[in-house]
């Protein structure tokens, strides 16, 4: 409620700007400069609403960055005099529209933030933005492509996979090549990608693997052998999703939980077992002065661990 009687009141006060100007327009003939209303808009209506957190107290990290803008962000220098913020329709059609249409309030409260979306550029790209066409005619006759735009998260994110090297092991694959992952799965080279592969398990439709998440998974010219998948505790990889989306962490292997030495551990840190294996487990107590884990992923000790509970009475 607060934040509607805040719309309404920024809204009016923008109306009121509009209208004293379109009153000196009529009584003068003249066309008024609209550098009071420009102004007015951006102080009192779009930056209290821009996406928090800001870049440098103005740029909204969730608007729409192109790369450069992006770059210049990211590398920690100052950004006085480097970036623009640039609506994808020109200011001045939102200014014309508040004085010769005298929209009413709600009116202006429902049309006024879509007039007024913004990307965040370079001041070199935004000196080449015509007046003219659509948000995508006028960025393309600048040499931009707005569907490449994207927030500055997910630029850094892009990034940040750039940047992570190739691993010397996986230099040599290529489209056909055949490998298997910790848990013998076999999946096969369909694309070669700057951050990564996107491979083929069996009849699934293609799926995309980061450089960092292929050396977690596992790229084995050999199937694991029976002694190595025994000792396998955990799998943790990477969400599979169909090549050309974005890439993001991904929930346990539903293979590696199937068993139940793998199931979820509740809040006291024993594991939801079966009836039956919970029964075994509450049969067991205290754990004695031997260590008990093993000395290597290859061996495991027999010996008890633990003290008997005593009887109940």
């Not at 005619?137 to 940047?163: C, K, P, T, V």
Request: net charge negative; glycine share 6%; with cysteine.
């Amino acid at each position: 409620m607060e934040d509607l009687r805040r719309d309404e009141v920024d809204a009016q006060l923008v109306l009121d700007v509009a209208a004293s100007l379109r009153r000196w327009r009529d009584r003068t003939g003249k066309e008024p400069a609209t550098k009071v209303l420009r102004e007015t808009v951006w102080f009192f209506w779009q930056h209290p609403r821009l996406d928090r957190p800001l870049v440098a107290s103005k740029y909204p990290r969730g608007a729409l960055w192109s790369e450069e803008a992006a770059s210049a962000a990211l590398s920690g220098s100052s950004l006085k005099d480097k970036l623009v913020i640039e609506h994808l329709e020109p200011m001045n059609r939102a200014l014309r529209w508040l004085i010769d249409d005298e929209p009413i309030v709600q009116l202006v409260i429902d049309q006024l933030p879509d007039r007024l979306a913004c990307a965040v550029v370079t001041k070199e790209q935004s000196v080449g933005l015509p007046d003219a066409g659509s948000p995508e005619e006028r960025y393309a006759a600048a040499g931009l492509d707005l569907a490449a735009f994207r927030s500055l998260d997910d630029w850094r994110g892009a990034m940040e996979r750039q940047r992570v090297p190739r691993p010397a092991e996986l230099a040599a694959l290529t489209v056909g090549d055949t490998r298997w992952d910790m848990m013998g799965r076999e999946w096969t080279v369909v694309d070669v990608l700057d951050d990564g592969l996107a491979v083929q398990y069996d009849e699934d439709e293609p799926r995309v693997f980061t450089w960092h998440a292929l050396t977690t998974i596992g790229a084995r010219e050999k199937p694991p052998s029976a002694g190595e998948m025994a000792c396998l505790d955990t799998f943790e990889g990477r969400e599979l999703v169909p090549a050309g989306q974005s890439l993001q962490r991904a929930a346990p292997s539903a293979v590696s939980r199937s068993s139940p030495r793998f199931a979820k551990r509740s809040q006291g840190g024993r594991p939801e077992l079966p009836s039956t294996l919970a029964v075994a487990w509450n049969a067991i107590g205290a754990p004695g002065f031997e260590p008990g884990t093993s000395p290597t992923r290859t061996v495991r000790a027999t010996r008890l661990r633990h003290a008997p509970m005593p009887a109940a009475v």
